[in-house]
């Protein structure tokens, strides 16, 4: 099964120079969306994680599958606004624009051994705020997985520099 197959390429979306790598089309395969899941879930299926938090919104459709296979619970990690209860917020840099992203603040249980999932990271920026945001809820962050890393853009590095250990399963030179 080779996943980066599954996965098509949009270029120039959303604006020029960005070459957009769309899982709906892996998603849309039933073969292709289990492998990833499982390649995702496997390495820590012994590793005592309770929650997997997802980033909105490719991230709840993986985090949602990874919380079911490891048997946790599962945490949204939203835009600004969506969450009805009291969250925490903060803001950061896209790879094309900005944007804010919260937490209810009683998601999770103070040291909860929590996977943080999304479909890829590029910069970083979403991914490392996302840890801020569930070390600031007590969480224990003890694995970042995603479907696609693009190295050059340095995310990965990012998040292992503050402890975070990072898995993928394709990646992709370039933007
Ligand atoms: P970043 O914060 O730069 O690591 O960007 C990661 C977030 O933006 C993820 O939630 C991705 O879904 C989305 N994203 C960034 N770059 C791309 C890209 N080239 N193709 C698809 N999604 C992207």
């Not at 991230?59 to 209860?85: C, D, E, T, Y």
């Not at 009683?106 to 590029?122: E, P, Q, V, W, Y």
Request: charged share 20%; net charge negative; no cysteine.
């Amino acid at each position: 099964m080779n996943l980066a197959q599954a996965i098509r390429t949009i270029p120039d979306y959303p604006k020029p120079g960005i070459m957009f790598r769309d899982i709906t089309t892996l998603l849309g395969d039933a073969e292709a969306f289990r492998t990833a899941v499982d390649a995702m879930t496997d390495p820590f299926r012994k590793a005592g994680i309770t929650k997997v938090a997802g980033i909105e919104a490719r991230g709840f459709i993986l985090g949602g599958a990874v919380a079911h296979q490891l048997g946790a619970g599962f945490v949204p990690l939203r835009k600004r606004g969506k969450l009805p209860g009291e969250t925490y917020a903060v803001e950061y840099a896209l790879e094309y624009g900005f944007d804010a992203m919260e937490i209810h603040v009683d998601a999770l249980i103070h040291g909860d051994k929590t996977m943080l999932i999304d479909d890829l990271i590029a910069t970083g920026g979403t991914a490392v705020a996302a840890v801020e945001l569930l070390r600031r809820a007590g969480a224990d962050v003890v694995a970042a997985g995603f479907v696609i890393d693009l190295p050059d853009l340095g995310g990965a590095e990012r998040l292992r520099a503050l402890d975070v250990p990072v898995s993928s399963l394709v990646a992709f030179g370039g933007h």
